[in-house]
């Protein structure tokens, strides 16, 4: 079984700083990208920021120069840096990462369960 379990979620004032982890376990063989995206309700779930194995890096243009992704390879862990919020980047966070298990063939999709992100006075 393989889960992948976020934490840094929370409240916080316009111009404030959140940093979001994910963690990836279980039977692992690799991981290749991993990646945040958000929702909001009654809307889809958008893209916020992706990370390959090799650290290469790609961001909705929202919040370009203000959120930063990055990983730790040996911890099979991805953050999210995320600074100068807004009140429109409330939404549930939710991580995600292309999975190959130890003894299976293929790459498989996984969804961590999400954590709320408020930004509000």
């Known amino acids: 079984q393989v889960r992948l379990v976020e934490s840094g979620g929370g409240l916080v004032q316009p111009g404030g700083s959140l940093r979001l982890a994910c963690a990836a376990s279980g039977s692992i063989s690799s991981i290749d990208d991993m990646g945040w995206y958000r929702q909001v309700p009654e809307k889809q779930r958008d893209l916020v920021a992706t990370i390959s194995s090799g650290g290469v890096t790609n961001y909705a243009d929202s919040v370009k120069g203000r959120f930063t992704i990055s990983r730790d390879n040996a911890k099979n862990t991805v953050y999210l840096q995320m600074n100068s919020l807004k009140p429109e980047d409330t939404a549930v966070y939710y991580c995600?990462?292309?999975?190959?298990?130890?003894?299976?063939?293929?790459?498989?999709?996984?969804w961590g369960q999400g954590t709320q992100v408020t930004v509000s006075s």
């Open positions: 995600n990462a292309g999975i190959r298990r130890n003894g299976q063939v293929g790459t498989f999709n996984y």
